[in-house]
């Protein structure tokens, strides 16, 4: 019907989400857990709370999403790093404990193909010895899953580790 809108796709309702973050362009990373960007603001420094190598994200001018921080004593950097975009256009989440709150808002709104009847009973779970990071309950039962934070990957295969 002409004049109604596509629907969302899960990528699009996830950047809707991070709206509030500052983009920057990327420009060079000083350490493991640091890097330098440009913002509208001006040249800015910015905790990456994630040491992978990231060689085929962190390339020169990558638009990098970033968290402002609050201001606290010891700390060096005003922003975290959230996330970076590829080249191939997906956002690919570089802030590895910011993973689970993804996989929980794609949850949330049965997003995920398979689990779409799937509901989070509990976040961090103790389950037969080993914590989970999510219970669910689905038509199939119970059971525990554990997200982990892919920065590399192919056009449909993600690969942890990803040193």
């Given at each position: ?49 994630n ?33 970076v ?25 049965g ?33 525990p ?5 892919c ?13």
């Amino acid at each position: 019907m002409k004049g109604t809108p596509a629907p969302a796709t899960r990528e699009t309702l996830y950047r809707a989400s991070l709206s509030t973050l500052v983009p920057a362009r990327f420009l060079s990373r000083p350490n493991r857990f640091k890097v330098v960007g440009e913002t509208a603001f001006g040249t800015v420094e910015a905790y990456l709370p994630n040491p992978g190598r990231l060689w085929e994200l962190l390339l020169p001018e990558a638009r990098m999403l970033l968290e402002r921080s609050a201001q606290r004593e010891g700390r060096s950097t005003g922003y975290t790093v959230i996330a970076v975009e590829t080249s191939q256009g997906p956002v690919v989440m570089l802030h590895t404990h910011r993973a689970n709150d993804a996989a929980g808002w794609l949850l949330d709104r049965g997003m995920i193909p398979g689990w779409e009847n799937a509901r989070v009973v509990r976040r961090e779970v103790a389950f037969g010895g080993s914590r989970f990071d999510f219970l669910l309950e689905g038509p199939a039962g119970t059971f525990p899953v554990e997200v982990k934070s892919c920065t590399l990957f192919g056009e449909r295969m993600a690969m942890f580790p990803d040193a």
